[in-house]
């Protein structure tokens, strides 16, 4: 069983969720699980203003996806940070080329997950794992998200992301805080949840 764990991180905050994920799915006997990043868009001046992390020299340990792999997976995890409450865009010019895959059906009814980030509390992250979803549903996969059975997301105590939709973390204003253990848990029950589900539909 072959899970891809495909995210874009500016930051290191979805990377780190990532991570996180992919711990969760591979405690799943029988789950092959690999991280992907997707194609940087934006020039490296541009992240340097930015002060993001230069993809190349931070995750060249994290091969660079390729639509076609897609294609190979039993499931996709998909990671995003959050812009005006939507996908950021290099995941969006990723997805945009999938063309084939929906042509050929090749991703219909395999399981399709996605958890993400923002900057503030209320900045968007439902709306992003929704609309992501969207996208998901054209191409006939099998959503799955994040079950009130991790009862991490109904904390009240402490601020923390993480909604039935998926997991989530809240990066601050200047990205200065890193995932929460209560996001990061979330994130490893996510990975084995969709390990899960995936495992009964290959059978």
Same mark, same amino acid.
């Given at each position: 069983?072959?899970?891809?764990?495909?995210?874009?991180?500016?930051?290191?905050?979805?990377?780190?969720?990532?991570?996180?994920?992919?711990?969760?799915? =591979? *405690?799943?006997?029988?789950?092959?699980?690999?991280?992907?990043?997707?194609?940087?868009?934006?020039?490296?001046?541009?992240?340097?203003?930015?002060?993001?992390?230069?993809?190349?020299?931070? %995750?060249?340990?994290?091969?660079?996806?390729?639509?076609?792999?897609?294609?190979?997976?039993?499931?996709?995890? %998909?990671?995003?940070?959050? =812009?005006?409450?939507?996908?950021?865009?290099?995941? =969006?010019?990723?997805?945009?080329?999938?063309?084939?895959?929906?042509?050929?059906?090749?991703?219909?009814?395999?399981?399709?997950?996605? %958890?993400?980030?923002?900057?503030?509390?209320?900045?968007?992250?439902?709306?992003?794992?929704?609309?992501?979803?969207?996208?998901?549903?054209?191409?006939?996969?099998?959503?799955?998200?994040?079950?009130?059975?991790?009862?991490?997301?109904?904390?009240?105590?402490?601020?923390?992301?993480?909604?039935?939709?998926?997991? *989530?973390?809240? @990066?601050?204003?200047?990205?200065?805080?890193?995932?929460?253990?209560?996001?990061?848990?979330?994130?490893? %029950?996510?990975?084995?949840?969709?390990?899960?589900? @995936?495992?009964?539909?290959?059978?």
């Amino acid at each position: 069983m072959k899970i891809y764990v495909v995210f874009y991180s500016m930051y290191g905050h979805i990377y780190k969720m990532a991570e996180a994920v992919a711990q969760g799915a =591979r *405690s799943v006997a029988g789950a092959h699980v690999e991280l992907r990043r997707v194609p940087e868009t934006l020039p490296i001046s541009v992240l340097h203003k930015m002060g993001a992390i230069e993809p190349q020299k931070a %995750f060249a340990h994290v091969p660079i996806c390729s639509i076609e792999e897609l294609g190979e997976a039993d499931a996709i995890i %998909f990671g995003t940070p959050t =812009r005006f409450g939507n996908m950021c865009g290099q995941m =969006r010019q990723f997805l945009d080329a999938a063309g084939k895959l929906w042509l050929s059906g090749k991703l219909i009814g395999k399981v399709g997950s996605v %958890f993400c980030s923002s900057n503030t509390q209320h900045g968007g992250q439902e709306t992003t794992l929704l609309t992501f979803m969207v996208t998901l549903l054209h191409l006939g996969m099998v959503i799955v998200g994040l079950p009130y059975s991790f009862t991490g997301q109904m904390a009240v105590d402490e601020v923390a992301g993480c909604s039935p939709y998926g997991a *989530s973390t809240i @990066a601050g204003g200047a990205g200065e805080r890193m995932p929460s253990e209560i996001e990061l848990a979330g994130a490893k %029950f996510q990975g084995k949840h969709v390990a899960s589900i @995936a495992a009964k539909l290959v059978k």
